[in-house]
C-alpha cells in the first residue's frame, strides 16, 4: 500500500469541483486517510513548491496557490501515486486526456486544479509538510454502510 499527496488548488475550489473531484478518487478504489481546507500560508506554499524555486513561473505559483482555500487529502491503496497521477491528467488541461481530472475540467497550464505527488519521496516530505499530525488508519467496509 502507497499513501500519496493530492490538493485540490484554488481554482478547482472555487469552481465548486471539490465533490467531482473527490468521488474519482472513492470510485477508483483510492481510499481517504486525510483531509482538510486550509489556505496555505506563504512559509508552507514555498516549502511545498521549493523544487521550483528557481523557475520563473515559482513566485506566480506561491500567489495563486495562496490566494484562496485548498483541500489537503492522503489518499491510500496500491501504487496510489501513479494511479492518482493517471487519474489526474496531464499538467496542461487542453493536452490531457479525455476522462482525467483535468482533461474534463481544465483548460489552462495554470489553472490546472489539482496537485498530486510524483513519487514515493515526495509524498513521504508533502504528507508530512500538509499532515504534521499524521493520518488515520481505518478499514474500509463500504457495502456495510451502504445496507442495514
Known amino acids: ?54 523557475r520563473p513561473f515559482f513566485e506566480g505559483l506561491i500567489s495563486f496557490v495562496t490566494s484562496g482555500p485548498v483541500i489537503c487529502m492522503a489518499w491510500q491503496g496500491v501504487d496510489a501515486i501513479a494511479v492518482a497521477r493517471r487519474l489526474i491528467g496531464s499538467t496542461n488541461g487542453r493536452e490531457a486526456a479525455p476522462g482525467t481530472i483535468r482533461g474534463d475540467f481544465g483548460m489552462d497550464m ?17 504528507l508530512a509538510l500538509w499532515f504534521p499530525e499524521g493520518t488515520m488508519a481505518w478499514t474500509q467496509d463500504a457495502q456495510r454502510w451502504v445496507y442495514e
Not at 495554470?110 to 508533502?126: K, Q, R
Open 1 to 54: 500500500m502507497q499513501t500519496t499527496y493530492i490538493m485540490i488548488k484554488p481554482d478547482g475550489v472555487q469552481r465548486g469541483l471539490v465533490g467531482d473531484i473527490i468521488g474519482r478518487f472513492e470510485r477508483k478504489g483510492l481510499q481517504l486517510v486525510a483531509m482538510k481546507a486550509v489556505v496555505p500560508d506563504q512559509a508552507t506554499a514555498r516549502a511545498h513548491y521549493a523544487v521550483h524555486a528557481e
Open 110 to 126: 495554470g489553472y490546472n486544479m489539482i496537485h498530486g505527488s510524483d513519487a514515493e519521496e515526495s509524498a513521504a516530505s508533502e
